[in-house]
T-cell receptor
Framework: GENVEQHPSTLSVQEGDSAVIKCTYSDSASNYFPWYKQELGKGPQLIIDIRSNVGEKKDQRIAVTLNKTAKHFSLHITETQPEDSAVYFCAASRTGGGNKLTFGTGTQLKVEL | DTAVSQTPKYLVTQMGNDKSIKCEQNLGHDTMYWYKQDSKKFLKIMFSYNNKELIINETVPNRFSPKSPDKAHLNLHINSLELGDSAVYFC???????????????FGEGSRLTVL
């Protein structure tokens, strides 16, 4: 089955700096790579996703890159703000959607003032 | 209006008891899930139902029994609770790409179960 590794487990940045979270996956047939943000006391929420037919996707301060050859993908947050503080999960799936989604182990991001 | 709602939000109980968590989604999605999040924040899928039919059962002990009376509801019943069952349980729903959806998972706010 799919195995998704995520690093780092914790990340502390100063407000305004960039944050990068990296994930690797094992199943070469995986074709869908979403990122979820979980705020304290809430359920995870999709913030951005990428499918295997593109290498990069951007949405305002958030971008995701995918390297299918190396089987890794990354989340980039620029100009971080205190409200970006949360746990971030990467995930991978070979079905193109929510079914059989394997999550990474999560990254606790803390944005300090 | 909450898209995926689950009750109760908190549950504290003794070892050996039986408890249930209920979930409802008003998004019209075909697929619903139960995920378990442990104290280290690991998110692991337990069950998935598509149109009331079980499609994923990830080697969860038989003490856990999901039930989907209709495609908008997915309940989780746990028998003979053990200390290791303490976790946050999340219900989620999605609509697959082939069925007019995006595949995005919509999660409820979680039910924190504490077994004493």
């Amino acid at each position: 089955g799919e195995n998704v590794e995520q690093h780092p487990s914790t990340l502390s940045v100063q407000e305004g700096d960039s944050a990068v979270i990296k994930c690797t996956y094992s199943d070469s047939a995986s074709n869908y790579f979403p990122w979820y943000k979980q705020e304290l006391g809430k359920g995870p929420q999709l913030i951005i996703d990428i499918r295997s037919n593109v290498g990069e996707k951007k949405d305002q301060r958030i971008a995701v890159t995918l390297n299918k050859t190396a089987k890794h993908f990354s989340l980039h947050i620029t100009e971080t703000q205190p409200e970006d503080s949360a746990v971030y999960f990467c995930a991978a799936s070979r079905t193109g959607g929510g079914n059989k989604l394997t999550f990474g182990t999560g990254t606790q991001l803390k944005v300090e003032l | 209006d909450t898209a995926v709602s689950q009750t109760p939000k908190y549950l504290v109980t003794q070892m050996g008891n039986d408890k249930s968590i209920k979930c409802e989604q008003n998004l019209g999605h075909d697929t619903m899930y139960w995920y378990k999040q442990d104290s280290k924040k690991f998110l692991k899928i337990m069950f998935s139902y598509n149109n009331k039919e079980l499609i994923i059962n990830e080697t969860v002990p038989n003490r856990f029994s999901p039930k989907s009376p209709d495609k908008a509801h997915l309940n989780l019943h746990i028998n003979s609770l053990e200390l290791g069952d303490s976790a946050v349980y999340f219900c989620a729903s999605s609509q697959d790409l082939g069925r007019g959806g995006t595949g995005e998972l919509f999660f409820g706010e979680g039910s924190r179960l504490t077994v004493l």
